[in-house]
């Protein structure tokens, strides 16, 4: 591995808030997933539409941090996997209002593909919170 990548406050409370939004997004799609089978979760529709629009600004933060890291390589190669997210999540175009398809859709590919970019975002950047 090359030497550590350095990263000054504002970078650290950038990486810090994007994880942060990750987790949040990552509940978000547990609890729409869950709410499938629980008629108590009430609010999985809304929470999908909140989980799209975060994933939106997943996709401009990633445009910033591919040029804060655009001389890493392996930072630009997992921020690029994101995209595979984005395919998943426009499987739902048309879908929202068949629950039979969209929870195949959700549960089956756009919050396993959300949970493994994750698992290498985390890899990738969590470290840089350690320095």
Known sequence: MTNAVKIDEKQYELIQQYIDMLETIEEALDYVTASFADIEKTEGGRVLGDVFEALGQVS????????????????????????????????????????????????????????????????????????
Do not use: C, Y
């Not at 910033?64 to 190669?77: A, G, N, Q, W, Y």
């Not at 426009?90 to 493994?116: T, W, Y």
């Open 60 to 131: 401009e933060s990633n445009r910033v941090f591919k040029d804060l890291f655009k001389d890493r390589p392996e930072f630009i190669t997992v921020l690029e996997k994101f995209e595979t997210v984005i395919d998943q999540a426009m499987e739902l175009n048309g879908h929202f209002q068949e629950s039979n398809m969209k929870e195949e859709i959700v549960r089956g590919k756009l919050s396993p593909a959300f949970s493994a970019w994750k698992l290498e975002i985390d890899q990738v950047m969590k470290p840089l919170l350690n320095n």
